[in-house]
């Protein structure tokens, strides 16, 4: 099947290409590559979250998951809108052609049945769901065995009300909200949760699949188009069920290189905005690697500067936004864990200057 | 018996709902129980239709703020446990109770107070699952509540307890009315109403009572699991102390999927009945379409983890669900022939019941293949908690079992009600719902396809999402006005509708046999049938093909008095006081300890004095010549 075919026998898809901000950038340098398209995002972030449309499309796929999906759909989508049409033709016409008129006799021929038609329409159908299910059967046993490739990149992925958790087992840091992997390299997803089930679904990378508390789940795929994916939590976990987004980059290998080094490496925050971010207890719950701000129940900070969006991918990563955000969070995430911390404005932005910079 | 007996003839011109409050509370008669709950049904089928129409007008543009996220999560569970519970089941409840006896030959069904029971069980049921909506916050975890976020720590608020103890309630009015039904027509049937001779609904009846009483148990134990895990600090669904929420999703499902059936295989019964009364034919392939009813009860207990394909259950239970789904589309897509075949070769005439017949049938015909998609775990893993599940539900729920009720409703509302309702009316709420629903739900195909999950309070301008949703609120508010028109029909057919007959659109089977509305006693004279179609061959004689083999005998109409003395059971009080007892004892649970034993006390009570009271008493309803002359 096509859609099994290694990484590097995808042709590119320049429409979505386009979308993507890091196409802005041809640097040589990986690093400063990365500079560069992390900031076209970030100025980019806000259109992207109004107005301008974001494909979300399960019909635009961009990985052998989600190619892989999209074949079933497609035989079965045929199949039922030729069962649709055959069958609605068929009821329409009976009920046109037999209508009663006035000139009809009093009692229609009581005809009661006709076993050969009786086992004829129990064949056809069961003939057609037996074509249906040979690609759906090969499909839910290939897409589930252990992911073709030698050197899967592993993320483990942990749902949290209303927000993501992406740890890069092998790369050794944490991120949140916005994973990134690098095109034609296959990356398995472990998948669980620390409090309720969340489902991870990015329909452009293919099917969803549960965030369990208590186990673990495995998703894999390989993406072959760079850009810039969004998605949503498909499960319903709670309030702000709906402001559990995601964006998933794929980056060109050379640029996911340079960012994974960039992410292992620790953050130099701004001194004053660091006081001023442990004074005001933001450490208990939030990370900046290399420094002693080591919470574990919020989204780690460590690059947060490098992030488009912010609050589980549904407001653009901005100075204004930020500060609304740290002014009241529960006021744009209902229910949201995070506390009002009645900050001073002073420190607002301090602290908005230094996740700026934290990149 | 005594001689001071009251007898009410139903031929003196008194109506036999006439009587005061009383007698409504302590009626044991099938009849009025059926008016009961076809009249509550309806009532919260405006409540869940109001709530529909809040979510939509929340999600008729992005970033709406017409109401909070807690507030929509709470309108869209009350909205999915209402309609299942307290509109689609009393509804086609209302049918079984009213239909069953007069279809079969019977006088009542077996037991008339634990009927009563049934009703006033699932009445108060439904008001405590209500009352949270004024006291401490509606349910907000979706209809079907998946464990852990219903735990304690995660659902803290008082939502959740209404929603399992009103749940339980509900299953036992739901399991008690099952045993009845399935005794009724096991064992009521007139001389010679063999099984194979039963009416469609009467058969499609039969499965759904069985799906019922083995399915509700599953979820009554989900439901006890709850009720300990939040009451009594069990661990079952909590992962921290090593429970497992998905133990809930499959208990939640065995009774779950067959549920779908028992909604919808009413309104197939229905469309098996209404389809040859009005193309004047009999139901083609007859035996075909009995089997493939009782084939589709029992492959829907097989299928039920394909709600569950996103769980990660693996490849092999992921094959085994997915084959067990498609296997029963084939029982479905034979109905579907059956009934076009009925059709074919007929004199059919549009009148109402048959527009909503064709209508369910079409329609259903689309949530049908949409579920054959999503039987396909791959589809599924796009298509499941999207909006395109949304659409293919509603298809079934809306365009299914709505319109296959609505068939019923017109179709035996003379019968009911004694009067006829409006043609013209009847048609523009057919016209309207028919398109308002294909507006509303059909863009929800392209909405989950492209990628909108369901149960989103809000959603970012740059989606793309707006302008489909945007149709589907326009749809919803068709769907909204063409329902009004049903209201306004009912209301003027009971005001100034024209007299109904006994027999108005030319009927084949037995109910048409008697006046409208039916006599008290329903039947003066035990019917003989010697056929599926008794009032039919009683008409036009026996048919061509029949005669080929045996002379099928017609059953003639009743006599209009009974030519021998009816006792009928007499009205109790008991049946509503145990149900009272028990519905306190569950409501009880969100107060404290007293109220609880309190309602226990009463159940308790209420039971022993049921028992101990003879079902016909002096004073009771007697009716016939020796009662008229004092005996």
């Not at chain 2, 429970?243 to 098996?272: A, C, D, K, N, R």
Request: contains cysteine; glycine residues 10%; negative net charge.
């Amino acid at each position: 099947m096509r859609s099994f075919a290694p990484a590097e026998a995808f042709p590119e898809t320049p429409t979505i290409a386009e979308r993507t901000p890091h196409e802005l950038s041809d640097l040589p340098s990986p690093r400063r590559a990365l500079g560069a398209a992390s900031r076209a995002a970030v100025a980019l972030a806000p259109l992207l979250l109004s107005g301008c449309a974001v494909s979300y499309s399960t019909l635009e796929p961009v990985t052998d998951f989600g190619r892989a999906i999209l074949d079933v759909y497609g035989a079965v989508l045929w199949v039922t809108i030729g069962i649709f049409v055959v069958v609605e033709a068929l009821l329409l016409f009976a009920l046109w052609r037999f209508r009663s008129r006035p000139d009809d006799p009093d009692v229609p021929e009581q005809v009661h049945g006709h076993t050969l038609v009786e086992i004829g329409w129990t064949l056809a159908p069961a003939l057609i769901l037996f074509l249906i299910a040979i690609p759906t059967v090969q499909t839910v046993f290939r897409t589930q065995a252990e992911p073709p490739g030698e050197d899967p990149l592993e993320i483990r992925v942990v749902g949290n009300q209303w927000w993501w958790k992406f740890e890069y087992l092998d790369l050794g840091f944490t991120t949140a909200n916005e994973m990134h992997v690098p095109r034609g390299r296959t990356v398995r997803l472990t998948l669980t949760s620390d409090d309720v089930i969340h489902s991870f679904w990015v329909p452009r990378l293919g099917g969803k699949r549960d965030l369990n508390p208590g186990s673990e789940n495995t998703l894999w795929f390989t993406a072959d188009t760079t850009g810039v994916y969004e998605g949503h939590c498909a499960e319903l976990c709670g309030t702000s069920h709906a402001n559990m987004r995601l964006r998933v980059f794929v980056d060109e290998p050379d640029v996911f290189e340079a960012w994974a080094e960039e992410m292992a490496s620790p953050a130099e925050p701004d001194s004053a905005g660091f006081q001023a971010f442990l004074a005001s207890g933001c450490a208990a719950c939030h990370a900046i690697d290399g420094t002693p701000a080591q919470g574990r129940m919020g989204p780690n900070l460590t690059r947060i500067g490098d992030r488009t969006t912010i609050a589980a991918a549904m407001l653009p990563n901005t100075p204004d936004e930020m500060a609304a955000w740290l002014r009241d969070p529960d006021s744009l995430k209902p229910g949201v864990l995070m506390p009002d911390l009645e900050l001073s404005e002073e420190r607002i932005d301090l602290l908005v200057r230094m996740m700026e910079d934290l990149r | 018996m005594s001689a001071e007996a009251t007898t009410v003839d139903a031929r003196t011109g008194e109506s036999i709902y006439a009587g005061g409050w009383k007698s409504w509370l302590t009626t044991v008669d099938h009849k009025r129980i059926a008016v009961l709950y076809g009249a509550t049904a309806l009532i919260y089928f405006v409540v869940g239709g109001i709530q529909a129409l809040v979510i939509r007008l929340q999600l008729a543009g992005p970033e709406s703020t017409l109401v909070g996220a807690d507030t929509y999560n709470q309108l869209f569970t009350m909205h999915g446990t209402t309609m299942v519970f307290l509109v689609l089941m009393p509804l086609a409840a209302a049918m079984f109770n009213y239909m069953i006896p007069l279809m079969i030959g019977a006088r009542d069904v077996a037991f008339p107070r634990l009927n009563a029971f049934s009703f006033w069980t699932f009445l108060l049921g439904s008001i405590l699952l209500n009352l949270s909506f004024f006291f401490g916050g509606a349910p907000d975890a979706g209809w079907f509540g998946y464990a852990n976020l219903t735990s304690e720590r995660y659902s803290p608020g008082m939502g959740i307890d209404y929603w399992m103890l009103s749940l339980q309630v509900l299953g036992v009015a739901s399991i008690a009315s099952a045993v009845n039904f399935t005794v009724t027509i096991l064992n009521m049937r007139a001389p010679g109403m063999t099984m194979m001779r039963m009416p469609l609904f009467v058969w499609m009846s039969l499965v759904v009572q069985v799906l019922i009483l083995l399915a509700f148990p599953a979820i009554t134990v989900g439901l006890v699991f709850l009720m300990f895990d939040r009451f009594f600090g069990t661990h079952f669904y909590i992962p921290a102390a090593g429970g497992t929420p998905v133990l809930w999703q499959h208990l939640f499902w065995i009774f779950g999927h067959p549920e779908v059936y028992i909604l919808i295989l009413p309104s197939f019964g229905i469309v098996s009945d209404v389809l040859p009364t009005f193309s004047r034919k009999p139901l083609f392939g007859r035996p075909f379409v009995i089997f493939s009813g009782i084939a589709i009860g029992f492959l829907g207990f097989g299928v039920w983890s394909h709600h569950m394909f996103t769980t990660g259950l693996g490849p092999v239970a992921d094959t085994a669900f997915a084959i067990g789904t498609m296997l029963i589309a084939i029982p479905t897509g034979v109905k579907i022939f059956n009934w076009i075949g009925t059709l074919w070769g007929g004199h059919i005439r549009f009148r109402t019941p048959l527009l909503f017949a064709v209508g369910m049938v079409a329609m259903f015909i689309i949530g049908g293949l949409s579920g054959i998609m999503h039987g396909s775990p791959p589809v599924d893993w796009q298509q499941h908690d999207s909006y395109f599940v949304v659409a293919h539900l509603h298809y079934v729920f809306f365009g299914g079992t709505v319109l296959g009720l609505f068939a019923g409703v017109y179709y035996w509302w003379p019968k009911v009600t004694g009067r006829m309702l409006d043609e013209g009316l009847g048609k523009i709420h057919f016209w309207t719902s028919l398109v308002g629903m294909n507006l509303t739900f059909f863009p929800m195909h392209f909405l989950g396809m492209d990628g909108m999950p369901r149960r989103v309070y809000t959603y970012a301008a740059g989606t793309g999402w707006a302008d489909w949703n945007l149709v589907a609120t326009i749809g919803a508010f068709v769907v909204g006005l063409g329902t009004l028109v049903f209201y306004v029909a009912a209301v003027k057919s009971l005001r100034s509708g024209e007299p109904a007959p006994g027999d108005p659109w030319d009927g084949a089977t037995l109910e048409w046999t008697m006046s409208s509305p039916p006599p008290e006693y329903n039947f003066a004279e035990t019917p003989e049938v010697h056929s599926a179609r008794p009032y039919w061959l009683h008409k036009y004689g026996p048919t061509r093909e029949a005669s080929t083999h045996t002379m099928e005998e017609g059953t003639p109409p009743q006599p209009d008095e009974p030519p021998e003395r009816i006792h009928l059971p007499s009205p109790s009080w008991w049946p509503l006081f145990t149900a009272f007892g028990f519905a306190l004892a569950a409501g009880g649970a969100l107060v404290g300890l007293a109220p609880v034993l309190l309602g226990v006390a009463i159940l308790v009570t209420g039971v022993f004095l049921w028992a101990f009271q003879p079902l016909e008493r002096p004073g009771g309803p007697v009716y016939g010549p020796s009662a008229a002359s004092g005996d």
